[in-house]
């Protein structure tokens, strides 16, 4: 199992950016995708979320009507478009995949990708 993000860099307030995780080796259609993220001596916060089939996003108040989240089935991809960045979105960003089942719970994470918005 690969849960590999990209797309993280520096960026200046108000600008944009586009984070991409492209994942291998379980059913991705399968799965809601998250994106979670972590400033600098803070704990984890939630950012959003997409369910399998892709139809139901949902936002943390941080991020909401600044974020899209979307997810490419057939290529097994989950993005997060970041518009209107502020300085209090700089974190370290980690793609997350999660399904629940009669088995248990299926929790896989990335390595993360850093995202600094900075003048």
């Known amino acids: 199992v690969q849960l590999v993000e990209s797309g993280g860099g520096l960026a200046q307030p108000g600008g944009s950016l586009r984070l991409s995780c492209a994942a291998s080796g379980f059913t991705f259609s399968s799965y809601v995708m998250s994106w979670v993220r972590q400033a600098p001596g803070k704990g984890f916060e939630w950012v959003s979320d997409?369910?399998?089939?892709?139809?139901?996003?949902n936002y943390g108040d941080s991020v909401k009507d600044r974020f899209t989240i979307s997810r490419d089935n057939a290529k097994n991809t989950v993005d997060l478009q970041m518009n209107s960045l502020k300085p209090e979105d700089t974190a370290v960003y980690y793609c997350?995949?999660?399904?629940?089942?009669?088995?248990?719970?299926?929790?896989?994470w990335g390595q993360g990708t850093q995202v600094t918005v900075s003048s």
């Open positions: 997409l369910d399998a089939g892709g139809r139901s996003p």
């Open positions: 997350n995949a999660q399904r629940s089942s009669w088995s248990g719970i299926y929790d896989y």
